[in-house]
Nanobody, 125 residues
């Protein structure tokens, strides 16, 4: 019954921007942390960014820090990822994840209970 659905992916050129969204059926009062992960073909799923709390304590991977911004709108049960200055190496399926426990933003896939089906982001040179 729990649903997370990503949207906003697409094909862009290097240097362009995209904004990903994730809507969830999980009551916002139960969500401790939400995060974005990504997975390229032949690669393991890797952490991109996470956010915790009402105001939002945030964590970013070194690969995206300074270029991506994570945010959440609790009133609309939506998570966002603003991606600027995209690079070809950002090409991957991006997944939304959530967990209802924990006191910190985890970077491990094993710590998240709920996942969306993913949205494709392709960045050409």
């Amino acid at each position: 019954q729990v649903q997370l659905v990503e949207s906003g992916g697409g094909l862009v050129q290097a240097g362009d921007s995209l904004r990903l969204s994730c809507t969830t059926s999980i009551p916002t009062s139960y969500i401790v942390t939400m995060a974005w992960f990504r997975q390229a073909p032949g690669k393991e799923r890797e952490f991109v960014s996470g956010i915790r709390g009402i105001v939002g304590s945030t964590v970013y991977s070194d690969a995206v820090k300074g270029r991506f911004t994570i945010s959440r709108d609790n009133a609309n049960n939506t998570l966002y990822l603003q991606m600027n200055r995209l690079r070809p190496e950002d090409t991957a399926v991006y997944y939304c994840a959530a967990r209802t426990y924990g006191a910190y933003v985890s970077t491990s896939t094993a710590d998240y209970s709920y996942w969306g089906p993913g949205t494709q982001v392709t960045v050409s040179s």
